[in-house]
Every structure is written in C-alpha cells, then in structure tokens.
C-alpha cells in the first residue's frame, strides 16, 4: 500500500496562454492534515478543481492511492472517496438539518435522490443521520430548517453532509470563510475530529488554523510549490514570508 493517499506527477493546467498550474508534484500522506497555502491567484482552488476532477489537466498525471485517476470522472472519484467541500456553504436551506443529511445518506440506498419517497422508508436512514449530527455537534438542532441556523453551524452540516458520502479524503476549501472567531475555533475542533481515520487536505487563509491543524503544509507560488513542510518550517522560510506576507518579516 502506498505512502500516498492523493499524489500529482507534473500536473499542468493552463488556460489560453496563461499557465494556473505548472509541473506540480504534490504528494499527501496517508491520515494526514495538509493545507495548501498562498497569496490569491496562486493556483490553489485550480489545484483542488484538478484534484476533483472539476478542471481536466492538460499535462500531468493524478494518483488516488497509487492508480492513476487522471482520466477518471468526478463523480467516479467521489464514489472512490475522495470528497470535497466548496467556499460556499452548500445545503437545502428549506430541508431540516436532519433532512439534509438523509438526503446525503440516500447515495448508499436504493432511495437515491428520490425526494418523493415515502416517509416510512426515509426514516430508516435516521439513526444514522442522527450519528453523524452528533459527530459534528448538531443532533441538538436536528429539525431546525437549514436557512435558521448561523453560518458555522451550516458548515457544520456541510461537513456531515460529506462524511454521510464516506469519505477516505477530504478536500476541504477555505473552511473557515467568512467565519467569527467563536465559529473558527468550533469548526477548527470539528476538523480535528473528523481527521481521525481519514485524510483531509484543505486551502485556508487562516494561518493559525493552519499551523494549529496541519501535520503538512505546501506553499504555492504562480502555480508552482515554493516550500513544503511543518508550519514552523514553512513559516520561517523568507521566501514564503516575502511572497505570501508581501514582506520580509511575519
């Protein structure tokens, strides 16, 4: 079995002239934290959109414990278990929390998606609908309508949305967006948590979550890795102070 969960061998992708992406080989280990880091256009997102399947490479192979998966659709890579959650809080705002998560779960079932089955055969996915509320800290709000609850609470149910997919890798975008510091350090805590038996690689602005969270940190630069290792590494390379700080100090 290979060291690597997720691994890019001069991954490429570039758009009419302009290069996102340029011969990156990336590797993530196997039940690791990993965020990948840098200033705004640094090829990041593209990066996640290559890893999913979102974005077609236009050089470059993808490897998914080993195999190569570069040619392999999105959803076919979701159904392998690699998930991944998005700067938007994605949920049905008019679904309960509870439903929502149902709704996630119906992938495993003959139900699949089908919102007008009857509520007899629905209710069977419940108890485990209401495992995964109390995995991420929302059994308590379990028939609360999405729209009511506050913006980290719906990440919250974003991230049991996707652990309803059995996920073995997490690709987390920008988790902690827009979040208060009381929502940081929750979700912070739920991602820890949630890591246990898994892998998770995230993009996060946020660097005292990153140095708080990560085993891993790869640093990009126009496309390109400009430093990799520990936070405390990472953070004292003046490279990286230069190019992700704009300055030569932290």
Not at 6 to 15: A, I
Not at 106 to 117: G, L, N, S
């Amino acid at each position: 079995m290979t060291e690597y969960v997720l691994e890019t061998r001069g991954l490429t992708k570039e758009f009419k002239g302009f290069t996102a992406v340029k011969n990156l080989n990336f590797q993530v280990r196997r039940g690791s934290i990993h965020a990948l880091i840098g200033p705004n256009g640094a090829g990041k997102t593209t990066v996640f959109n290559l890893l999913t399947k979102f974005l077609v490479p236009t050089s470059g192979q993808i490897l998914y414990h080993g195999e190569d998966i570069t040619h392999v659709a999105s959803a076919a890579i979701a159904r392998r278990g690699v998930v991944r959650s998005f700067q938007i809080s994605a949920v049905f705002p008019h679904l309960t929390v509870l439903e929502n998560v149902r709704v996630a779960l119906q992938r495993h079932t003959a139900t699949t998606f089908q919102f007008w089955r009857s509520e007899s055969i629905l209710d069977r996915l419940n108890d485990r609908a209401m495992e995964l509320l109390e995995e991420v800290g929302l059994s308590a709000f379990a028939q609360v309508t999405a729209a009511e609850l506050s913006y980290g609470r719906k990440r919250a149910l974003e991230i049991a949305t996707t652990l309803a997919l059995e996920p073995d890798t997490l690709l987390l975008d920008e988790p902690m967006a827009g979040m208060g510091h009381e929502d940081i350090g929750r979700i912070a805590n739920l991602i820890r948590r949630v890591a246990k038996g898994r892998t998770v690689v995230m993009v996060e602005h946020n660097l005292s979550v990153v140095a708080d969270l990560s085993d891993r940190i790869t640093v990009l630069m126009r496309g390109e890795i400009l430093a990799e290792g520990p936070y405390s590494e990472v953070s004292a390379n003046p490279d990286v102070r230069e190019a992700y700080m704009g300055t030569g100090h932290a």
